[in-house]
């Protein structure tokens, strides 16, 4: 059973910082693409960063603000966001996607419960 469970979650003003945490278990193979994904109120679910075969990746409204990590021997994804704004509120979700070859598997792609993140003064 895969499990994602994020940390690192809150209340922060404008212009602050905050790292997100996804730990991954339960699973055994060895190719994944790690992402972050957030849904403001009213609206779509939205790729945040991603990390994968060497790449990653950032939507336009967080390219220098935000940055996504590994660390592969815990299993674990971060997201460092700094420069926080108001627009940034939402809850974060962590998903993480088998891949062979680089190319993402049907039916083995798993999301995390959420995180709420709140920018406001």
């Known amino acids: 059973q895969v499990q994602l469970v994020e940390s690192g979650g809150g209340l922060v003003q404008p212009g602050g910082s905050l790292r997100l945490s996804c730990a991954a278990s339960?699973?055994?193979?060895?190719?994944?693409?790690m992402s972050w994904y957030r849904q403001a109120p009213g609206k779509e679910r939205e790729l945040v960063a991603s990390?994968?075969?060497?790449?990653?990746t950032y939507a336009d409204s967080v390219k220098g603000r935000f940055t996504i990590s590994r660390d592969n021997a815990k299993n674990t994804v971060y997201l460092q966001m700094n420069s926080l704004k108001p627009e940034d509120t939402a809850v974060y979700y962590c998903k993480l996607v088998m891949t062979i070859a680089g190319v993402p598997v049907t039916g083995y792609d798993y999301w995390g419960q959420g995180t709420q993140v709140t920018v406001s003064s």
């Open positions: 990390s994968g075969g060497g790449r990653t």
């Open positions: 339960g699973f055994t193979f060895s190719s994944y693409v």
